[in-house]
């Protein structure tokens, strides 16, 4: 299967290769049945089924209509599912000490909101915290974390993140979506390591076509 043309956008980021700052829009193809909006500074990018014009039309741009709350709502419909605008961050794999593979935690809400939008989903952790590694947004890997009561302030969440590296070190890349009013969990993955690139709203639009 070919890679979804989104992907080759997100790893020129990561390698620190942005889109013009232009105001342009692109659009491209939705991954499975996720939609998104992806901005960088000046540029933006809409997966998505719908035609370019109406895209367009319909007030999306690169110096913030993309992730206008009237665009977004539009663009997911009535009964559509939109995430979190998040912070879109990533960092190179390392190597790193490897993490216990969990079996057991299937019911846990982090694993199945990941099972949710990502594929080949796996969960690894200790008594750090959790850490949830899976295929997501076009094709990239992506890691999420949950970190215990009793472990925060305590250097744990850095510690485990950085060891969540070490999970991507044959890919090149692990990106990673926090909300930017979740300072504690920004500060742990800035302080392992990664960088915000850009801003990302993920969807599900209750229709196939409009």
């Known amino acids: 299967m070919a890679a979804h043309p989104l992907l080759a956008v997100l790893q020129n980021a990561a390698a620190g290769r942005f889109p013009p700052v232009d105001g342009a829009v692109d659009v491209l193809p939705r991954w499975r049945s ?10 933006a990018f809409v ?4 035609e370019a014009d109406a895209i ?4 999306a741009d690169g110096y913030g209509g993309a992730h206008d709350a009237r665009f977004l709502t539009w663009l997911a419909g009535e009964d559509g599912w939109i995430g979190c605008l998040d912070n879109l961050l990533v960092a190179p794999g390392l ?12 019911d846990h809400p982090r694993v199945r909101l990941a099972r949710n ?3 080949d989903v796996h969960v690894y952790g200790d008594d750090r915290g959790l850490v949830i590694i899976g295929t997501g ?8 974390v949950e970190i215990p009561e009793h472990a925060r302030s305590r250097g744990a969440g850095r510690s485990l993140i950085t060891d969540a590296r070490g999970l991507a070190c044959d890919a090149g890349w692990l990106f990673a979506s926090v909300s930017p009013g ?18 990302e709203v993920l969807l599900r639009p209750a229709r196939e076509a409009r």
């Open 34 to 43: 996720l939609e998104a909006v992806i901005a960088f500074t000046g540029h």
């Open 47 to 50: 997966a998505t089924a719908l």
């Open 56 to 59: 367009r039309a319909a007030g």
């Open 95 to 106: 190597d790193a000490p490897a993490l216990p593979e969990r079996s057991d935690l299937d």
């Open 117 to 119: 939008l990502r594929v």
């Open 137 to 144: 947004m076009a094709g990239r890997l992506d890691v999420s």
């Open 182 to 199: 979740n300072a504690a969990s920004l500060r742990a993955f800035l302080a392992a390591g990664f960088r915000p690139i850009g801003g």
